[in-house]
């Protein structure tokens, strides 16, 4: 990897490369990552690399093809769609959020369009990955940037930030932003639209909050104390472990007082934003007994074996980052005060995500 970091600098010097910022749904789990592709959908639209160069054959096509959709939505298809495949281009570099392990993830494009009619996102580039990186260690400007409401755009104001986790000493000479250009190519869409993605930005700034307070605001020993506290708003007697010799176990908790009658839960707890493996699980599975289960809880995400590891042991469950703030935000009016100061939030109603999604949307 450090001999790619130090290319890609020299690169970024010597050239204009664009940055591009890509969203796809959490559905497609880590397949972008492990087959070295980004990619966008509409499939019903068929190939349309075949097309002229000219945004209004991409409309005409999509409107055939999603004839219930409408015009700014049309819209909004065509111009992303003809980005990804005209705009694009081969060394561009491209970040992607990945919302199923709540990393970014930066590489570079090494080819033209392909489409792939088999595939849920038939349209796709490859990319050599270059670095993956948890959220938090991006500013909350970063962040927001990528957060943006459309499925493919131009990372413009916090460009270096991104270059600079591959390359310290790298400098992008991004563009100023071309605002005639951005409004153009991506367009105001339906209010339905709008308000979904308005509604998903909210949630997803709001975990990247806690997340951040959870991890740059306490110890080790205190995230213990605190994810032991979670456990007693849910109703649990929870006792947090001496520091050392306790084999893994951070935590325990048990629903009488005394902590004598199963079930006894073992906890363990890690304050890290990047991914646990299944060796990290086994030793925590090692230490239970009969009537006992296992809970494992980070700020992060876990590994396919760890998860499968899960699904084929009843008595482990494993918490990551996205479970944990669901659990403090249904039990934020349960929290300790010293808690609440951590973590200030405040109640807001925001659309129903669901209930606005149409069938057959991308």
Same mark, same amino acid.
């Given at each position: 990897m450090h001999n790619a970091k130090?290319?890609? &600098?020299?690169?970024?010097?010597?050239?204009?490369?664009?940055?591009?910022?890509?969203?796809?749904?959490?559905?497609?789990?880590?397949?972008?990552?492990?087959?070295?592709?980004? &990619? @966008? %959908?509409?499939?019903?639209? %068929?190939?349309?690399?075949?097309?002229?160069?000219e945004r209004e054959a991409f409309k005409q096509a999509l409107s055939q093809a999603y004839p219930d959709a409408k015009d700014g939505t049309i819209r909004v298809w065509a111009g992303t769609m003809y980005r990804f495949i005209h705009e694009i281009s081969v060394g561009d570099l491209v970040?992607?959020?990945?919302?199923?392990?709540?990393?970014?993830?930066?590489?570079?494009?090494?080819?033209?369009?392909?489409?792939?009619?088999?595939?849920?996102?038939?349209?796709?580039?490859?990319?050599?990955?270059?670095?993956?990186?948890?959220?938090?260690?991006?500013?909350?400007?970063?962040?927001?940037?990528?957060?943006?409401?459309?499925?493919?755009?131009?990372?413009?104001?916090?460009?270096?930030?991104?270059?600079k986790r591959l390359n310290p000493e790298s400098a992008l000479n991004a563009p100023e932003p071309n605002i005639e250009d951005d409004v153009s190519a991506s367009g105001p869409e339906d209010d339905d639209t709008v308000t979904r993605e308005a509604t998903n930005l909210a949630k997803e700034t709001t975990n990247d909050f806690i997340i951040k307070r959870l991890k740059n605001g306490l110890s080790d020993y205190d995230f213990e104390?605190?994810?032991?506290?979670?456990?007693?708003?849910?109703?649990?007697?929870?006792?947090?472990?001496?520091?050392?010799?306790? &084999?893994?176990?951070?935590?325990?908790?048990?629903?009488?007082?005394?902590?004598?009658?199963?079930?006894? @839960?073992?906890?363990?707890?890690?304050? @890290?934003?990047?991914?646990?493996?299944?060796?990290?699980?086994?030793?925590?599975? &090692?230490? @239970? %007994?009969?009537?006992?289960?296992?809970?494992?809880?980070?700020?992060?995400?876990?590994?396919?074996?760890a998860r499968a590891t899960e699904r084929n042991k009843s008595k482990l469950r494993l918490i990551d980052g996205e479970q944990l703030v669901e659990i403090i935000l249904e039990n934020y009016h349960k929290l300790a005060p010293r808690y609440r100061t951590l973590l200030p939030l405040r109640q807001i109603y925001v659309a129903d995500v669901a209930a606005t999604r149409k069938p057959g949307q991308d």
């Amino acid at each position: 990897m450090h001999n790619a970091k130090t290319e890609l &600098g020299e690169d970024i010097r010597m050239s204009s490369q664009k940055l591009w910022g890509i969203h796809m749904p959490a559905e497609v789990d880590t397949a972008p990552i492990d087959n070295h592709y980004v &990619g @966008i %959908g509409w499939a019903k639209a %068929g190939d349309l690399s075949s097309l002229p160069a000219e945004r209004e054959a991409f409309k005409q096509a999509l409107s055939q093809a999603y004839p219930d959709a409408k015009d700014g939505t049309i819209r909004v298809w065509a111009g992303t769609m003809y980005r990804f495949i005209h705009e694009i281009s081969v060394g561009d570099l491209v970040v992607y959020p990945s919302k199923q392990d709540r990393m970014v993830n930066i590489g570079r494009i090494t080819s033209d369009c392909q489409y792939l009619a088999s595939d849920e996102h038939p349209n796709q580039r490859k990319i050599e990955w270059l670095g993956h990186f948890p959220r938090d260690e991006f500013s909350q400007a970063a962040l927001y940037e990528i957060g943006s409401a459309v499925t493919l755009f131009q990372v413009r104001s916090n460009a270096a930030e991104f270059l600079k986790r591959l390359n310290p000493e790298s400098a992008l000479n991004a563009p100023e932003p071309n605002i005639e250009d951005d409004v153009s190519a991506s367009g105001p869409e339906d209010d339905d639209t709008v308000t979904r993605e308005a509604t998903n930005l909210a949630k997803e700034t709001t975990n990247d909050f806690i997340i951040k307070r959870l991890k740059n605001g306490l110890s080790d020993y205190d995230f213990e104390y605190f994810v032991a506290h979670m456990l007693e708003c849910l109703g649990y007697h929870a006792r947090v472990t001496a520091k050392s010799g306790d &084999g893994g176990v951070d935590v325990i908790a048990h629903r009488d007082e005394l902590g004598f009658e199963p079930p006894i @839960i073992k906890v363990q707890c890690k304050q @890290i934003t990047d991914t646990t493996g299944e060796p990290d699980v086994n030793q925590l599975l &090692g230490t @239970i %007994g009969d009537g006992e289960y296992a809970l494992f809880v980070n700020l992060g995400s876990y590994s396919k074996p760890a998860r499968a590891t899960e699904r084929n042991k009843s008595k482990l469950r494993l918490i990551d980052g996205e479970q944990l703030v669901e659990i403090i935000l249904e039990n934020y009016h349960k929290l300790a005060p010293r808690y609440r100061t951590l973590l200030p939030l405040r109640q807001i109603y925001v659309a129903d995500v669901a209930a606005t999604r149409k069938p057959g949307q991308d």
